[in-house]
């Protein structure tokens, strides 16, 4: 992948940074007659410099007056150094911090000081200036960035300048494929013959001419037909070019600065953010709990309320943790995008940083898992962000991709931090995906209370009925997570199966004496009975405990027909294989038919096949029955 540079110009207003961007490459950028005549037009304010050794690069005329503060901070997504324009009649300006304060805050670390206007002023006054500049700016990080003396005009210092930076380009390093396209649209307008036309600077990932890409918010789905950059049209943008895309199947009036371009059509809006701030030395305010701002970032400016994280304020000078809550609009961003921080009323830049979780959960603010969690996320720990979103995600199991998509690691990285994980025991491998230790205990410990507290209700049950357990566990749980689970906890002697219910390993079934006696009696009538059900009450009065002891035999050694009738399974089970052997030579058989396979009477008879019914033994059909779908496969 080549290297794309993005040159930025910043300073005070009238301190003459369009008319240097003019002499460096012969190019307006601010005005409509240009504009049009390029026709694909980059983006107002855009311009590109071919270097002595043929690397062209781009320039971004960043707007100077204090309105404007938004757009340039739109403009520096991408850029790479920054000419950091001061007219040598005036020196450093207040606006001129201010920018340079921005352009910190958003990542900015490669500065060269470019003194316009240096015709205009005698030495004297030019050296008067130099020492101002590396006053003012001295513990900055602009302090030791070089000063290139220029005059447009004259065309005086601008070979030098020239040659400064293709010397300080040199040394960017190539910019990553950070996964999938995105785009922050900064403009949007029309060119007859070619349609709706959007720039920006592409962040992450590739775009090709033909390319399906989805414009957020409301995923609407788009075609890239045409791509230019540098004025010039080309099959394929690459990150950090600012580019204008060319969409099919989507008008102007459907697109406004601020939207985002993605080759993703899964993004998600949010309403909150977690991120690290740097609040400014000279910043007017701290930032307090609930405070109104405005939050810069990518091409939008939304209102938000400010909780600090693990402090009552971030004061000046100071660095802290937030979370931003959107007032009236959701963004769409990714962990590590930049950010500015200005006050509501009156505009002051306040604080600025980097996302840290674009999509967190309300915090409690001095809760210490939640600091440690971000402190990890700051550090770039990637296992203990792996390891504490396995730990508190509300469901069991994760697979690979989506711990790819939460930590935006390759698939490479992210095999070495989970195998490191699984070999110190912090998280289990399953079939399903990855577990965290931690999180398994905390389902198995729910679990065992859940069976501990049901056999100590009912002492004499073999086990919690199956979907009892698994509603009481998680009724919002998968089944084939919920299967995975009990799999887990099966295999690790924590409970068992019990036919169809699930008990605690460690519990069994006891019977006092009497309670036996009471069994024998109860087995013994049932028994006797064969095919007619026995009504419960009738049961019940034999003795004490019968009430305990039948209930205990449920689903056993006895069937309940219904609430009031009761059968012993062993007869029910003769009944079945009775009439699956009738279904082999009869596709029907009515109630009478039925009656006399088993020799009993018509109500007894009447309630096995509404029992049979429920069990899809049977299925009823007027004044018949057919094999229901629990018997197709023994007939096939």
């Known amino acids: 992948m080549a290297r794309h540079i993005v040159i930025g110009t910043a300073g005070h207003v009238d301190h003459g940074k369009t008319t240097l961007v003019k002499a460096l490459t012969g190019m307006e950028t601010d005005t409509t007659k240009e504009e049009k005549k390029r026709g694909l037009t980059i983006n107002l304010g855009f311009a590109y410099l071919d270097l002595p050794n043929g690397q062209r690069v781009g320039i971004v005329d960043v707007p100077g007056h204090e309105k404007f503060i938004k757009n340039m901070v739109a403009g520096l997504p991408g850029i790479n150094m920054v000419l950091l324009v001061i007219d040598a009649n005036e020196g450093v300006m207040p606006q001129t911090i201010e920018h340079l304060d921005i352009l910190t805050l958003l990542g900015v670390t490669e500065f060269l000081i470019v003194l316009t206007k240096i015709d205009t002023v005698d030495e004297e006054l030019r050296e008067l200036v130099r020492e101002d500049i590396q006053e003012q700016l001295a513990g900055t990080a602009a302090a030791d960035a070089d000063i290139v003396e220029t005059d447009a005009v004259t065309g005086k210092g601008i070979p030098e300048l020239i040659q400064t930076i ?3 380009t040199a040394e960017v390093p190539e910019a990553g494929d950070d996964g999938d396209a995105r785009m922050n649209i900064d403009r949007v307008f029309s060119v007859k013959g070619f349609g709706t036309v959007v720039t920006g600077t592409l962040l992450d990932g590739d775009v090709s001419v033909g390319d399906d890409l989805y414009v957020y918010p409301g995923c609407r789905k788009v075609r890239v037909r045409n791509i230019q950059n540098h004025d010039q049209n080309v099959t394929k943008a690459e990150p950090r070019q600012r580019t204008a895309l060319n969409l099919a199947n989507i008008a102007t009036d459907d697109l406004i600065r601020g939207d985002v371009l993605s080759a993703s059509d899964s993004l998600e809006s949010t309403w909150m953010l977690d991120v690290k701030v740097t609040c400014l030395k000279h910043s007017p305010v701290s930032i307090g709990l609930w405070d109104r701002m405005r939050l810069l970032i990518g091409t939008r400016e939304v209102m938000v309320r400010a909780v600090p994280i693990g402090a009552e304020t971030i004061e ?14 959701q963004v769409i961003v990714k962990e590590r995008d930049r950010f500015i921080l200005r006050t509501f009323s009156p505009m002051h830049t306040v604080a600025g940083g980097e996302v840290l979780d674009a999509s967190p959960k309300k915090h409690r603010r001095f809760k210490a898992d939640i600091l440690e969690h971000l402190k990890a996320r700051d550090e770039g720990n990637h296992d203990e962000v792996i390891a504490d979103f396995l730990h508190h995600k509300s469901s069991p199991f994760t697979v690979k991709e989506e711990l ?10 992210i095999d070495i931090v989970l195998e490191q994980l699984l070999a110190s025991g912090v998280i289990r491998e399953t079939p399903l995906g990855y577990i965290h230790e931690e999180a398994y205990k905390a389902w198995r410990g729910k679990a065992l209370q859940l069976l501990l507290d049901y056999h100590r209700k009912y002492p004499l049950r073999a086990g919690m009925p199956d979907s009892e357990f698994r509603a009481r566990l998680s009724a919002q749980m998968p089944e084939k997570e919920m299967q995975e689970l009990i799999a887990m906890m099966i295999h690790d002697d924590c409970c068992r199966a019990e036919g169809r219910a699930i008990a605690a390993s460690r519990f069994h079934v006891t019977f006092t004496a009497e309670q036996k006696k009471s069994r024998q009696k109860l087995e013994q009538a049932l028994e ?15 003795d004490k405990q019968a009430k305990a002891v039948l209930d205990a035999m449920k689903g056993d050694t006895v069937l309940f027909l219904t609430a009031e009738y009761v059968v012993s399974k062993k007869w ?3 009944a079945v294989e009775a009439i699956t052997a009738y279904f082999k030579t009869n596709p029907t058989i009515t109630l009478s038919d039925f009656r006399d396979l088993i020799q009993s009477n018509r109500k007894a008879s009447l309630l096995l096949l509404d029992y049979m019914d429920t069990q899809h033994v049977t299925k009823r059909l007027e004044n018949h029955r057919i094999a229901g779908e ?5 007939l096939s």
């Open 404 to 413: 790819m998509a939460y930590t935006h690691l390759d698939g490479n990285n």
């Open 572 to 574: 029910y089970d003769q």
């Open 630 to 634: 629990a018997l197709k496969e023994a």
């Open 166 to 168: 293709q010397d300080m």
């Open 528 to 542: 006797t009975s064969g095919y007619t059900p026995l009504k419960t009450d009738e049961l019940l009065a034999m």
């Open 316 to 329: 000046p000078g100071q660095e802290g943790f937030l979370q931003l809550r959107m007032e009236q609009e």
